[in-house]
Every structure is written in structure tokens, then in C-alpha cells.
């Protein structure tokens, strides 16, 4: 352990469910638990999401799965990136579920899943540009998949590219892009194959097109109490993590003094600064240097003079009465800034910030 802690509050997380379900109804949700559960732990918040009645989990990668599955998850797992050729035997063996979008991967994968019956998801690009085949080849590639006997299709998908944007013509396009996609998932029926769970909306398809759901929804970022846009609000999800330290050091700094390499930083009075020991490389962004407020006693007190690799800075007033080991809050619920506050500040999105919280910041669990 150390001062440093990223807590993980598993109840607001499962509030967020909670929430997110009343909103779509019987609609069934897969949890996205990908980059560690965007900073926050893998296995502990899988399980957390399904115990609160979550139906899939989804991972980027196949060591991600494998984490999963060697914690005794045993829920069916989508793996949301495609795995080299190498990887294919593993996919198989720890029962992941693939993407598919072309024929050729389709044929890789039938041949590693010799001797079984492996379940996978069809990909349809509708524009993302991502991964997935032409919505005029999903039938084609359907069949070819539902020729091989060791490939189960269980479920299709597509990906919204900017169901998160309210200007009216990312909207019309986005209506366009749900009403092509459930054609597609129509043609693939009309010729006699299942298509398995149908999905397509993230967090912003959650909040504004409930044409998206289908039978089941994604949501990220709204998980774990982040919007998916600054341009949407008013949906009452909590940040899951906040991050945590103590005030390690306390001196004295006289008016004209400076803090921290490259001197950004000038007292313009005397005050009394105390040092964090938390840095960029902890996850705390190099670039909110002088940008940022930590939370003090429930007040917010800027941090001052460039972030270091391990420590910070931060510039307590005149008369402080903080002490030396006390706690503060470097993000978190209100009042303390957010993760979005930090994502703003930086010109990013709060998905980066929580991701960078690195390894060697432990995470608690309450």
C-alpha cells in the first residue's frame, strides 16, 4: 500500500446499472471491463456487473479475457479486437467470443475450433471504419459462418460513430445508420439464420436513441459515472473512482519564490506549500500543471508549479491549519473536480484519464 490509492466505490458502480437498466427496460447490457475496466480493475468490476445482472462481459484483447477466465468468470466474454492468427488457439480454448467480419478470419477461426462449436458475434461496419464487413456483404458473410459446423453465430453487431453528437444532421445520420442496420439484421433472418443478440448502442445510444437497443446495449463510460459528451447531461450516474493521497511535506514558501522544474510557478505572497506524492507517473496528466485543485477538508486548493513524475505540489494559503498526512482528493465525486473537470482541462476525453492510472497506483475497493 502507500499514500497514493485510486478507491473504487463497487456501489455507485452498481447504481449506474441500476440506473442504465430502468432506463432501457428488458433490454439485456453487456459491461464493457476492457483496459482493466477503464483503470478500475478488471475481475473485481466484472463481477460486480454480474452480480447486479449484467448478461456479457467485452475485453479488447485476449490476455484480457484470459485475466477473466482465470478468476473463475465463466459469463460469455466478447473480445472486441481481433486476435493474430497465433492467438486463435487460446481464443478458443478460454471460450471467447470473437468478432467477425470477413471471411478469412471466419475460415482461421473455424479451423482452430476444430472438434467444437465456438460462439461469435458478426461485425457490420454501418461507418465507423473500423472492423466489421459491408452491410451489402452481411448475408454473405453470414451464411459462410453458419456454414461451418464449429462457428455458432450467438450474436451481431455495429458500432455508432457520433450517436454522441446533437447537431441535427449527426442525428438524421445516425437514424439512417439504426434503421440500415436493422435491414441488414432483417435480410440476414429472411435467409433462414439466426442472427443471434442484436446490438449496437454505447453509452450515447443509450441516452438518445432507444430505436438502438435491440436486445442488448453497451454501455462504457456511463458505467463507470462519466457522460459520453460534454454536450449531454442531466443522466445521474457517479464517478466510481476517486484518487487519493496525503500531504507528505509541508514548508514554508516566501513571496518570489518558486516551485518545481522550469520556475512556472511564483508565490505571489508568502504561503505555505505542501507536497503529494502522486505524479504523471502515476496518471495525474503532466499537462494540468497549474491547471488543477485538489480537495483539502472539503475545500479545493490549487496545485502549483509543474507536476513531477512521483510528486506534486500543492498551495495551501497563508494561515493553513492542513497537517502534515492529511487526506486529499485528487478527483472524485463532487466537491472535488472530476475526472471530466481533468479530461476538459486537457482536451481529452474522461475514458484517457481513468485508462492511465497506472498499475503501481493501488486500487481499494469499498
Same mark, same amino acid.
Given at each position: 500500500?502507500?499514500?497514493?490509492?485510486?478507491?473504487?466505490?463497487?456501489?455507485?458502480?452498481?447504481?449506474?446499472?441500476?440506473?442504465?437498466?430502468?432506463?432501457?427496460?428488458?433490454?439485456?447490457?453487456?459491461?464493457?471491463?476492457?483496459?482493466?475496466?477503464?483503470?478500475?480493475?478488471?475481475?473485481?468490476?466484472?463481477?460486480?456487473?454480474?452480480?447486479?445482472?449484467?448478461?456479457?462481459?467485452?475485453?479488447?484483447?485476449?490476455?484480457?479475457?484470459? =485475466?477473466?477466465?482465470?478468476?473463475?468468470?465463466?459469463?460469455?466474454?466478447?473480445?472486441?479486437?481481433?486476435?493474430?492468427?497465433?492467438?486463435?488457439?487460446?481464443?478458443?480454448?478460454?471460450?471467447?467470443?470473437?468478432?467477425?467480419?470477413?471471411?478469412?478470419?471466419?475460415?482461421?477461426?473455424?479451423?482452430?475450433?476444430?472438434?467444437?462449436?465456438?460462439?461469435?458475434?458478426?461485425?457490420?461496419?454501418?461507418?465507423?471504419?473500423?472492423?466489421?464487413?459491408?452491410?451489402?456483404?452481411?448475408?454473405?458473410?453470414?451464411?459462410?459462418?453458419?456454414?461451418?459446423?464449429?462457428?455458432?453465430?450467438?450474436?451481431?453487431?455495429?458500432?455508432?460513430?457520433?450517436?454522441?453528437?446533437?447537431?441535427?444532421?449527426?442525428?438524421?445520420?445516425?437514424?439512417?445508420?439504426?434503421?440500415?442496420?436493422?435491414?441488414?439484421?432483417?435480410?440476414?433472418?429472411?435467409?433462414?439464420?439466426?442472427?443471434?443478440?442484436?446490438?449496437?448502442?454505447?453509452?450515447?445510444?443509450?441516452?438518445?436513441?432507444?430505436?438502438?437497443?435491440?436486445?442488448?446495449?453497451?454501455?462504457?463510460?456511463?458505467?463507470?459515472?462519466?457522460?459520453?459528451?460534454?454536450?449531454?447531461?442531466?443522466?445521474?450516474?457517479?464517478?466510481?473512482?476517486?484518487?487519493?493521497s496525503n500531504i507528505v511535506?509541508?514548508?514554508?514558501?516566501?513571496?518570489?519564490?518558486?516551485?518545481?522544474?522550469?520556475?512556472?510557478?511564483?508565490?505571489?505572497?508568502?504561503?505555505?506549500?505542501?507536497?503529494?506524492?502522486?505524479?504523471?507517473?502515476?496518471?495525474?496528466?503532466?499537462?494540468?500543471?497549474?491547471?488543477?485543485?485538489?480537495?483539502?477538508?472539503?475545500?479545493?486548493?490549487?496545485?502549483?508549479?509543474?507536476?513531477c513524475m512521483d510528486q506534486?505540489?500543492v498551495d495551501m494559503g497563508?494561515?493553513?491549519?492542513?497537517?502534515?498526512?492529511?487526506?486529499?482528493?485528487?478527483?472524485?465525486?463532487?466537491?472535488?473536480?472530476?475526472?471530466?473537470?481533468?479530461?476538459?482541462?486537457?482536451?481529452?476525453?474522461?475514458? =484517457?484519464?481513468?485508462?492511465?492510472?497506472?498499475?503501481?497506483?493501488?486500487?481499494?475497493?469499498?
Amino acid at each position: 500500500m502507500r499514500a497514493t490509492q485510486a478507491v473504487v466505490h463497487l456501489d455507485r458502480f452498481r447504481k449506474n446499472i441500476t440506473l442504465i437498466q430502468e432506463k432501457i427496460g428488458n433490454c439485456r447490457m453487456l459491461a464493457p471491463v476492457k483496459a482493466d475496466a477503464y483503470g478500475h480493475g478488471a475481475v473485481a468490476l466484472a463481477r460486480a456487473a454480474l452480480d447486479t445482472g449484467c448478461f456479457y462481459l467485452a475485453v479488447a484483447t485476449t490476455a484480457e479475457g484470459a =485475466e477473466l477466465r482465470y478468476a473463475g468468470i465463466d459469463a460469455p466474454i466478447l473480445l472486441l479486437s481481433l486476435p493474430l492468427p497465433e492467438e486463435l488457439d487460446t481464443v478458443v480454448s478460454l471460450n471467447l467470443t470473437p468478432l467477425i467480419g470477413d471471411t478469412e478470419f471466419a475460415s482461421l477461426l473455424a479451423h482452430a475450433a476444430t472438434g467444437r462449436r465456438l460462439s461469435v458475434h458478426l461485425k457490420i461496419d454501418m461507418g465507423m471504419g473500423r472492423l466489421g464487413c459491408r452491410p451489402e456483404d452481411a448475408v454473405s458473410l453470414a451464411r459462410f459462418v453458419d456454414s461451418s459446423p464449429h462457428l455458432d453465430i450467438t450474436g451481431t453487431a455495429t458500432h455508432l460513430e457520433i450517436s454522441d453528437s446533437l447537431n441535427p444532421s449527426d442525428v438524421e445520420y445516425t437514424l439512417r445508420q439504426i434503421e440500415k442496420f436493422q435491414h441488414v439484421v432483417e435480410s440476414i433472418r429472411k435467409d433462414g439464420i439466426h442472427p443471434g443478440v442484436v446490438h449496437a448502442a454505447s453509452s450515447a445510444g443509450i441516452l438518445l436513441y432507444a430505436e438502438a437497443y435491440f436486445e442488448m446495449v453497451r454501455p462504457g463510460i456511463l458505467l463507470y459515472g462519466y457522460m459520453p459528451s460534454s454536450a449531454l447531461k442531466n443522466f445521474p450516474v457517479e464517478p466510481v473512482m476517486e484518487l487519493k493521497s496525503n500531504i507528505v511535506f509541508i514548508k514554508k514558501v516566501k513571496k518570489g519564490e518558486s516551485i518545481s522544474y522550469g520556475k512556472t510557478w511564483t508565490a505571489s505572497e508568502d504561503t505555505t506549500v505542501g507536497t503529494v506524492p502522486i505524479g504523471y507517473g502515476d496518471g495525474l496528466p503532466r499537462l494540468v500543471s497549474n491547471r488543477h485543485a485538489i480537495l483539502i477538508h472539503g475545500k479545493r486548493y490549487p496545485l502549483v508549479g509543474r507536476i513531477c513524475m512521483d510528486q506534486c505540489m500543492v498551495d495551501m494559503g497563508r494561515d493553513s491549519s492542513i497537517e502534515r498526512w492529511e487526506e486529499v482528493t485528487i478527483f472524485g465525486a463532487k466537491p472535488a473536480l472530476s475526472v471530466a473537470d481533468i479530461a476538459d482541462i486537457v482536451g481529452t476525453i474522461p475514458y =484517457e484519464i481513468t485508462c492511465n492510472i497506472n498499475k503501481r497506483v493501488p486500487r481499494v475497493y469499498r
